[in-house]
């Protein structure tokens, strides 16, 4: 697996996991990117559950090595802390809204299958 540093706004936890938290202590809910060497999964995860059942959902994003590099990727809420989003390179690749997803299979040439209206509500970063 290959280690991931990454930004202020994210932290790294054990084989390659990225997580964003919301800002806000009301929320439960984290979003997690992980990578375990041969496929990349975001995920929707739950605090207060126990168990299996912290993982509410699971968004495929890649197979095979990672073609990013560490300064490359974040996991961010949106402005209004609705959507929790995977990026590369500055561009969205996958969200989740609750039980909505949006995108995944990521593709370093490819374009994100992920509705033009979720996209601005994550600003600029």
Same mark, same amino acid.
């Given at each position: 697996? *290959?280690?991931?540093?990454?930004?202020?706004?994210?932290?790294? %936890?054990?084989?390659?996991?990225?997580?964003?938290?919301?800002?806000?202590?009301?929320?439960?809910?984290?979003?997690?990117? @992980?990578?375990?060497? @041969?496929?990349?999964?975001?995920?929707?995860?739950?605090?207060?559950?126990?168990?299996? *059942?912290?993982?509410?959902?699971?968004?495929?994003?890649?197979? %095979?090595?990672?073609?990013?590099?560490?300064?490359?990727?974040?996991?961010?809420?949106?402005?209004?802390?609705?959507?929790?989003?995977?990026?590369?390179? %500055?561009?969205?690749?996958?969200?989740?809204?609750?039980?909505?997803?949006?995108?995944?299979?990521?593709?370093? @040439?490819?374009?994100?299958?992920?509705?033009?209206? =979720? =996209?601005?509500?994550?600003?600029?970063?």
């Amino acid at each position: 697996m *290959q280690p991931l540093r990454l930004p202020s706004s994210v932290s790294c %936890g054990a084989r390659g996991v990225l997580e964003g938290r919301s800002a806000s202590e009301s929320w439960a809910l984290a979003g997690v990117f @992980e990578h375990d060497g @041969e496929t990349g999964y975001i995920y929707l995860y739950d605090q207060f559950k126990s168990g299996n *059942q912290r993982v509410t959902g699971a968004i495929h994003v890649l197979s %095979g090595r990672l073609d990013f590099s560490e300064s490359e990727v974040e996991v961010r809420w949106s402005k209004d802390e609705e959507l929790v989003g995977f990026f590369v390179r %500055g561009r969205l690749w996958a969200a989740f809204r609750g039980a909505e997803k949006y995108g995944g299979d990521y593709r370093s @040439e490819g374009q994100a299958d992920i509705l033009d209206s =979720v =996209v601005p509500l994550f600003g600029a970063c």
